[in-house]
T-cell receptor, first 113, second 112 residues
């Protein structure tokens, strides 16, 4: 399967801990996006990369959040000092160009105890 | 903030019936996309319609776009139980960066 893959699928952690998620996009896609989805809502944009450059960050992305895409391949999203409000599904998507559809992974579901 | 508003929020139909979902948005767009999401899974892209297009078909799916009314509709014909999912519209809000703005979705239930 050459789709977008995310790891882990589920993460349960205590408030205050740091967590890191990984996304492997479709190999030829140079654009990579992170979204967050809470129950009953549509996904909300967090940040995106073109190759290794992080080009835009949403206001939702507080200082506790950091994303990287070294070498323009896989990407990581780290949340430091997690809070209850961080509980959500974190979705990664990739696309070939800005005009092409985005292909989503199955997400990482984060639960904060 | 949410750009699109899907209507209805929930829809329950019998297998074989048609399902129509509507989406309204607020700003100008370059394109509008429809996605499907099964429970606990990621989003699956269904159709992309560009702002200069009025209608697009893909199998049992038909999407219309009315930019003057800032609205779109998704029609699923001859629905199947496997079509049970949440359906989202998403727009680029006229920006070139490509990040999508989603509505809250329509939850479709198709009963066998």
């Amino acid at each position: 399967d050459t789709g977008v893959s995310q790891d882990p699928r589920h993460k349960i952690t205590k408030r205050g801990q740091n967590v890191t998620f990984r996304c492997d996009p479709i190999s030829e896609h140079n654009r990579l996006y992170w979204y967050r989805q809470t129950l009953g809502q549509g996904p909300e944009f967090l940040t995106y990369f073109q190759n290794e450059a992080q080009l835009e960050k949403s206001r939702l992305l507080s200082d506790r959040f950091s994303a990287e895409r070294p070498k323009g391949s896989f990407s990581t999203l780290e949340i430091q000092r997690t809070e209850q409000g961080d509980s959500a599904m974190y979705l990664c998507a990739s696309s070939l160009t800005v005009r092409e559809p985005q292909h989503f992974g199955d997400g990482t579901r984060l639960s904060i105890l | 903030s949410q750009q699109g508003e899907e209507d209805p929020q929930a829809l329950s139909i019998q297998e074989g019936e048609n399902a129509t979902m509507n989406c309204s948005y607020k700003t100008s767009i370059n394109n509008l996309q429809w996605y499907r999401q099964n429970s606990g899974r990621g989003l699956v892209h269904l159709i992309l319609i560009r702002s200069n297009e009025r209608e697009k078909h893909s199998g049992r799916l038909r999407v219309t776009l009315d930019t003057s009314k800032k609205s779109s509709s998704l029609l699923i014909t001859a629905s199947r139980a496997a079509d049970t999912a949440s359906y989202f519209c998403a727009t680029d809000a006229g920006r070139s960066q490509g990040n999508l703005i989603f509505g809250k979705g329509t939850k479709l239930s198709v009963k066998p």
